[in-house]
């Protein structure tokens, strides 16, 4: 009787595993429809052996599924700075610039990624401080394939550090937006290293690290950043806003006419971002699961919802709503909603993604205006300004039914009642902007030294690609 | 021989093309052009900032014609050119001293 109980349960555990399964579960449930065969044997044993086993193998079954997915969304992020970023800015940027800008986000790929394996994931997810990692993990050491519990419990340590790796490279290369039509590709290189080390390590670690104060599990001051708001957007874009005061403006900005010269290569490249965000937000749940699931449709929705803010927005001022305009507002919505993407439900999405849109455009369009600064591609005015306006409204929609992040029970945001989540929020916002603007400034003044950061009056008229890389985008006589 | 430079509306040279290989032309160089007579130009807006775009894209026939085509060819494109609105472009026409078929160094109107 207690057998035949124990058989029911053992076929019915094995139903529940994966279809990938299904090979090795053949040959156990025969051995079990045959006791004969287990006459002698200590029953006790048989049934732990067969438990152990079991558990082994759903493990196996769980990460093989999450693994699959996370390699995917590294991909899928990798995807959004080379092509999609250098689309993107490519076609915003005059003919004479189209290869430098691009080079500036493709040498992040390269850059970023080994400075990420030497030790800037070390410095980022290393030890347990509380504003930068350690070395503990230098030259990734000790990074393979079981899994880092601290982190994603699921997956093999090295997806996690090459999924972590693709953000790292995307955030730098979003300054370059700012910066672009006139720095030298030597100043990029220096600046760029430089503000990986001193701006993107420690930020990433306050933020996502173990023990960092800024945390949502056990901080000092819990702040919700699901994908990157504070540590990837708002780094970047206050940043890029350093850059561009620092540098000035461009030779001619604004009264002679800088239009964009490819906006389908910028339409390509912006379509290219929205799906590669699916990797970003969604693959930041860490796993195959619900959370993914809600990260995801929440993101599409923000995104959507932004462009439709900033369409009507133009429709309304210009008479006309521009594919420029929609795309940007795609990508503002984008950047609002990550932040938030793991802690709302679908309407506040919507509600954050149209905030945005209008947001962004007002920034982009009227604050520029009235300080004059020239952002050329608007790096602030849609990541900066995006991704504060998202940190801030994450804080007031998080909701502890899509993630209980501070434990079962507890509230998350204003919607659960917790309003003091929007001060938490801030408390990362000011400090983000605070690192982003005195590091970028430092930087700035050493690159200067070093390197230079601005090119010559010459070259900049002649245009980069030709002066900084020696070839050319298009070359007519081909 | 005369000289014929026509600026017209591109949307307006496929029609003038046919037209004129209908009345026995054979040859044409075009071009295509960018400028403005008394047209004014339009505006367009990225993200917030205006441009003037005054320069507008236009099409530029050029060909040498025998002098007893010439009223042919000019009342075909006054006709299919025309739309009626300002920006239909201009016809120039100037006398040719000579021409030269570079293949067989025939001279005068027969190289044409």
Known sequence: MKRAVLSCCFAMGLLLLAPSLLAQQAPAASSLASPSTAQKSDVSKEVNDKLAQLDQRVTAAQSAGDNAWMLVSAALVLMMTGPGLALFYGGLVRRKNTLAIMMQSFAMMGLISVLWALVGYSLAFGGSGPVIGDFSHAFLRGVGVDPNPDYAGTVPHLTFMIYQMMFAVITPALITGATAERMKFSGTVLFMTLWFFLVYAPLAHMVWGKGGFLNASGGRFPCLDFAGGTVVHISSGVSALVCALYMGKRIGFPKQPMPPHSLVLSFIGACLLWVGWFGFNAGSALAANGLASSAFVATHLGAAAAAIGWSLAEWFKNGKASALGAISGAVAGLVAITPAAGFVRPMPALVIGLSAGLFCYFMVTRVKALFGYDDALDAFGVHGAGGTIGALLTGAFAKEIVNPIFGPGKPVGGLDGHWSQVGNQLAGVLIAWGLALVGTIVILKITDLVTGFRTSEDHEVEGLDVTQHGEEAYYLES | ?112
Do not use: C, W
């Open chain 2, 1 to 112: 021989m005369m000289k014929l430079e026509a600026i017209i509306q591109p949307s307006r040279f496929e029609s003038v093309k046919d037209a004129l290989r209908e009345v026995g032309i054979e040859g044409m160089t075009v071009t295509e052009v960018r400028g403005h007579g008394r047209q004014k130009g339009h505006t367009e807006v990225y993200r917030g900032r205006e441009y003037t775009v005054d320069l507008l894209p236009k099409i530029k026939l050029e060909m040498v014609l025998p002098d007893k085509l010439v009223n042919t060819v000019v009342d075909t494109i006054l006709k299919t050119a025309k739309t009626g609105k300002i920006g239909d472009g201009k016809i120039f026409l100037s006398r040719v001293d000579e021409a030269i078929r570079i293949r067989n160094e025939e001279r005068g109107e027969s190289a044409l």
